[in-house]
């Protein structure tokens, strides 16, 4: 029979390191395949889950197997403070892009165009997790599957769909890219099959991605105000498209589909 250490290096290499309790807990929540689990303290650790997560807290019970603090900070890069860590199955890239191509689609894809801060694409992911939104694609050479991606987004890669493409194999749909010459977002309502593209946090919008936008649209923003952090940019953008479904009225966010936090 083998341990939990021969476990976690039989599926290291393929698998989606999980970071902590949080990103265990939102992974569960969320269908993902968790083949091996452990933790510095189980008891601490399902202490946790009866406090924030009791929805999985039978399942984590399952899972989470005692290792002793230098194996744990062996097995992962940066330790977490809940001395929790898992790998997961990534899901396949063929499923992706199935449902990033369905139609009619009910809520927006967010397009990064070639960004630059592991973190940022992070916490994108876990506004569009949030947002109920259809998918977070990238373009450029980020990998949104970096394990410090998986850690800014809490584990949220398995609420939502996220993929890396090319900007010409973007889904379907009308393309609103956010730019500092575009008109007014309060004046645009964004349809649920909108495809959200906004660039890099040192150069925008790429001649390509620009090129192909239907519309460019700039969020408000004081005078002498450089920028806004890109997630920002997304979290207004996102609230935008909830609150614009029908004339005076916003669209409810989905419900957390289980207890806890």
Do not use: C
């Amino acid at each position: 029979m083998t341990g939990p250490l021969d476990r976690w290096r039989a599926h290291a290499e393929d698998a989606v390191l999980l970071d902590g309790f949080h990103a265990l807990k939102h992974a569960l929540r969320f269908g993902a395949e968790v083949p091996v689990a452990v933790t510095t303290d189980r008891e601490a650790a399902l202490a946790l889950a009866e406090e924030l997560a009791v929805d999985v807290r039978d399942t984590l019970a399952g899972l989470l197997t005692e290792v002793s603090g230098p194996a744990y900070a062996a097995l992962v890069p940066r330790p977490h403070p809940t001395g929790v860590a898992a790998l997961a199955v990534r899901p396949s890239r063929a499923a992706g892009l199935a449902a990033l191509a369905r139609t009619p689609r009910t809520a927006p894809v967010v397009v990064l165009d070639n960004p630059r801060n592991l973190g940022n694409a992070g916490a994108v992911i876990r506004l569009a997790a949030g947002f109920g939104a259809t998918g977070v694609v990238t373009t450029g050479t980020l990998d949104p599957w970096h394990p410090a991606v998986v850690r800014g987004g809490a584990g949220l890669h398995f609420a939502t769909t996220v993929e890396h493409l090319d900007v010409g194999d973007l889904p379907a749909g009308p393309l609103f890219a956010l730019d500092p010459e575009g008109e007014d977002i309060r004046g645009t309502r964004l349809p649920d099959d909108a495809v959200l593209a906004f660039g890099s946090e040192r150069t925008g919008l790429s001649a390509e991605l620009r090129a192909r936008a239907d519309h460019l649209l700039r969020l408000p923003m004081r005078p002498q105000v450089s920028s806004y952090n890109l997630a920002t940019s997304v979290a207004m953008t996102l609230y935008h498209w909830s609150a614009s479904g029908a004339p005076g009225a916003a669209r409810p966010l989905r419900r957390p589909s289980a207890p806890g936090r």
